[in-house]
């Protein structure tokens, strides 16, 4: 009798945990993505990369925020040339190669600023980590930052369908807890050589994988272009 009891629970702690694995695969888009509603703030942070580049355009012209601030020169360039006015452009005094790097280096501009409130924009599958780097970042800092997402949407309730979204999903779910490791348990500032070159290999997996071809190395994707085409970032993630 004894003997069936710990069968029967250890069958029904399998099941549990089977259960919860399940349901935690199948909501994984929805638990990366986040997106609030757009509000007034200081500043609107534009994070690298195409899509996000249209929608703080469009987040500006809609009278959300007075500036823009970039973290890549190729990004305040790329709003120049789309003809924003160098009044409303916020310019990095360093280009950073990483989402974490981005929130660094914006930090002095934001204090000297005096910026309360900020729209942060990036792509859905990227603002859980975007969140999480910029809540650890200013931690310190009395700053409002709100997550606004590009568009167009992604198929986050059922991402494992869509080549395109497991793409974004495997892209970005190695990244979340080495960030936890890296930055919030040992304080890393930028990524050592190594980690910059397992995500160039491991971008090149994927687009091997699901597209057969190898990209450039960069593991980040242009949620604005169309499958297959893949966009190769600004940096790395």
């Not at 945990?17 to 990366?32: A, D, K, P, R």
């Not at 006015?85 to 914006?106: D, G, H, I, M, Q």
């Not at 910059?196 to 699901?210: Q, S």
């Not at 071809?213 to 893949?230: E, V």
């Amino acid at each position: 009798m004894r003997f069936k009891t710990i069968i029967f629970f250890s069958v029904a702690v399998l099941a549990m945990f089977f259960i919860l694995g399940w349901v935690g695969y199948l909501n994984i888009g929805h638990w990366l993505s986040l997106d609030e509603a757009p509000h007034s703030a200081d500043a609107i942070i534009c994070l690298s990369g195409d899509a996000r580049l249209k929608k703080s355009i469009s987040l500006l012209s809609q009278g959300f925020a007075d500036k823009i601030m970039t973290t890549t020169d190729k990004t305040y360039k790329d709003l120049i040339n789309k003809k924003i006015n160098k009044s409303a452009l916020v310019r990095p005094e360093k280009n950073a190669s990483s989402t974490y790097e981005e929130a660094l280096f914006l930090k002095q501009k934001i204090i000297d600023l005096h910026i309360k409130s900020a729209l942060i924009v990036s792509d859905p599958f990227h603002l859980y980590r975007v969140k999480w780097t910029f809540t650890h970042v200013y931690k310190n800092v009395p700053v409002h930052f709100s997550y606004i997402s590009t568009e167009p949407k992604w198929a986050q309730g059922f991402w494992w369908n869509n080549r395109r979204s497991r793409v974004f999903v495997l892209t970005e779910l190695p990244k979340i807890p080495y960030y936890w490791v890296a930055h919030g348990i040992f304080g890393l500032k930028h990524n050592p050589a190594w980690v910059v070159w397992v995500k160039r290999w491991y971008g090149r997996e994927l687009h091997e994988m699901f597209y057969g071809y190898r990209g450039h190395g960069h593991s980040k994707c242009d949620i604005s272009r169309p499958d297959p085409t893949i966009h190769h970032s600004y940096h790395a993630g």
